[in-house]
């Protein structure tokens, strides 16, 4: 799974980079977190693409 914020430092990198097990499931609990919330991604070939809870672009990897 690959996660992208499109902030102004544009961050994106695998989710399996991430420093640490914690980094990976507090990831992944946002994820669902911003879901929940009402975030509503839609897919854009391999990503689902949305609005974070700050306005950001989110996308995450379908692969």
Do not use: C, N
């Not at 902030?7 to 695998?14: M, S, T, Y």
């Not at 097990?21 to 975030?39: F, N, P, T, Y």
């Amino acid at each position: 799974m690959v996660y992208q914020s499109r902030l102004p430092d544009q961050e994106v990198g695998a989710i399996d980079q991430l420093p640490t097990l914690e980094h990976r499931l507090g990831m992944l609990v946002h994820l669902q977190e911003v879901q929940r919330a009402g975030l509503r991604l839609r897919r854009e070939g391999a990503f689902l693409q949305g609005k974070g809870e700050h306005g950001q672009q989110v996308a995450v990897s379908l692969a």
